[in-house]
């Protein structure tokens, strides 16, 4: 089947632990996307990559960090940095045929990431 | 910060009734599109309206979009309570670089 798989589904990070969401498409698009999402709210970007080796900051970046070594994998590390972890995380996908806005996104189902 | 702000944040109505949720946003955009969540999922794609169109129509959805006044609603008629989810519009601005920015969503619950 085609989609977005996001592991784990859960995840608990201790204090000073880096810990890393992964995030992998087999629909062939050029574009990946990294969400935040917190309690009762709405998406908050943190990162996208429109094309391997390349990616630019969203609008939350401090305190994560990202890669695009392959075209199929967006893997995200919440770092120490990152003093309140504890959210859901989205990633997604999309061509860009029409453009980075025109396109929609395709979701994974999400990694619920909490604090010990 | 946010580009779409919905309104109302929770609404609940009875199944066969009309639910209708709207989207205002700040700056110009190219398209504004909707999403639906289901509680600990992902998001699902609805549909995506274009900044010529004025409305679009997808089976028991209605979306319309007004630039003059920044705003767009979702209606969905008859509901079900297989609706019962999160709405969300997005928004792709014309100066974000390519960025598709959401709002903080519409809690539906239909009740049976």
């Known amino acids: 089947d085609g989609g977005i798989t996001q592991s784990p589904k859960y995840l608990f990070r201790k204090e000073g632990q880096n810990v890393t969401l992964s995030c992998e498409q087999n629909?062939?698009?050029?574009?990946m996307y990294w969400y935040r999402q917190d309690p009762g709210q709405g998406l908050r970007l943190i990162y996208y990559s429109q094309i391997v080796n390349d990616f630019q900051k969203g609008d939350i970046a401090e305190g994560y960090s990202v890669s695009r070594e392959k075209k199929e994998s967006f893997p995200l590390t919440v770092t120490s940095a990152q003093k309140n972890p504890t959210a859901f995380y989205l990633c997604?996908?999309?061509?860009?045929?029409?453009?980075?806005?025109?396109?929609?996104?395709?979701f994974g189902s999400g990694t619920q990431l909490s604090v010990l | 910060s946010q580009q779409g702000e919905e309104d109302p944040q929770a609404l609940s109505i009875q199944e066969g009734e009309n639910a209708t949720m709207n989207c205002s946003y700040k700056t110009s955009i190219n398209n504004l599109q909707w999403y639906r969540q289901n509680s600990g999922r992902g998001l699902v794609h609805l549909i995506l309206i274009r900044s010529n169109e004025r409305e679009k129509h997808s089976g028991r959805l209605r979306v319309t979009l007004d630039t003059s006044k920044k705003s767009s609603s979702l209606l969905i008629t008859a509901s079900r309570a297989a609706d019962t989810a999160s709405y969300f519009c997005?928004?792709?601005?014309?100066?974000?670089?390519?960025?598709?920015?959401f709002g903080q969503g519409t809690e539906l619950s239909v009740k049976p």
């Open positions: 997005a928004t792709g601005p014309y100066n974000q670089g390519g960025k598709l920015i």
């Open positions: 997604a996908s999309s061509l860009l045929t029409g453009g980075p806005t025109n396109e929609k996104l395709f």
């Open positions: 629909l062939n698009h050029d574009a």
